[in-house]
């Protein structure tokens, strides 16, 4: 220590220094982390394609009941245009649903909030909402509105509008009544209640809530497709069903599992963009050693 004084190293630099080889330390340690978070996942995807591969290479399961991953690869190959040409109408038909259910689940939830008796009188009834099966609902939709987009876009409003509704009315309950009880002396409105402490307090749930909406729209619209559409994946689906295309089949489960994949990821990047205290938090989170 006296060694250290003499070359100017007082105990105030030295603490200087320790954040630093702190930070590198609790770096050095998340990389395994890093690390085995992206090959896990990896490894495993790789191992169940090499077995499905093998499998119907030996023909474990006859061809024409399982392609195998080379056959669905080459048919996302010599049929992108057309998959790209119909993946893209049920990607715009999962867009403006999931906007639109966003917004009538945001709009229900505020009220809610606002209104004790409309909380009470549509509690039960968003929920019953969702004991429809879908299958059951997009018939009739298609028999009222027609073969067009329309009746899509309502089918992925109302299958996506339940995650939102719930999660952001759960996250409006969850503020600190402390908080609301402070911003009540300081005669504090409704709406800066709700903008300055409500909504804040709800953004983690809220976003919860959009990453399952976004998994539904998909979905949803695939369904609505698949019942009745001139265009989309569940159209082409249903096509290449009644000529046992199940290679093609397998090509469109994929493009519908990547654009889930890709809403999803999308909410994640609009999440940090939203919440960057998030990733305060993140960095600021102790590492153990």
């Known amino acids: 220590m006296a060694d ?91 867009l403006v649903g999931l906007a639109c259910g966003v917004a009538a689940g945001f ?23 969702q004991t429809i099966p879908t299958v059951a609902i997009a018939p009739l ?3 009222w509105l027609g073969y067009g987009m329309l009746p899509k876009v309502l089918l992925v409003a109302l299958t996506t509008f339940f995650p939102i509704t719930v999660s952001l009315a759960s996250g409006f309950r969850s503020v600190d ?24 307090a709800a953004a983690d749930s809220f976003f919860a809530g959009l990453r399952i909406s976004a998994t539904y729209a998909v979905v949803g619209a695939v369904v609505a497709e698949w019942l009745g559409g001139f265009e989309g994946l569940g ?3 249903t096509r290449v069903r009644k000529s046992y295309r199940y290679d093609q089949m397998f090509a469109v489960i994929f493009i ?15 999440e940090r963009a939203c919440m960057p205290w998030k990733r305060v938090e993140k960095h600021e989170k102790p590492h153990s050693f």
């Open 107 to 129: 709009l229900l939830a505020m009220a809610m909030d606002r209104f004790a008796v409309v909380d009470k009188a549509l509690s039960p009834l968003v929920t019953i909402s």
């Open 256 to 270: 519908i599992s990547a654009l889930s994949l890709l809403l999803m990821g999308a909410v994640r990047v609009l």
């Open 235 to 237: 159209v082409y689906m």
């Open 141 to 143: 939709l298609v028999l």
């Open 177 to 200: 009544p402390d908080v609301i009880d402070l911003m009540r002396t300081m005669n504090a409105s409704w709406w800066q209640m709700f903008r300055f402490a409500k909504l804040p």
């Open 4 to 94: 250290r004084e003499k070359r100017g190293e007082g105990p105030a630099r030295l603490r200087a220094k320790a954040p630093a080889g702190l930070a590198a330390a609790r770096r050095k340690g998340a990389r395994p982390d890093s690390l085995l978070r992206w090959t896990a996942p990896t490894l495993t995807v790789l191992f169940v394609l090499v077995a499905w591969q093998v499998a119907c290479t030996f023909e474990v399961v006859p061809s024409f009941l399982l392609p195998s991953p080379l056959d669905v690869a080459s048919t996302l190959v010599n049929d992108a245009p057309l998959l790209a040409s119909h993946a893209l109408v049920t990607l715009g038909e999962a």
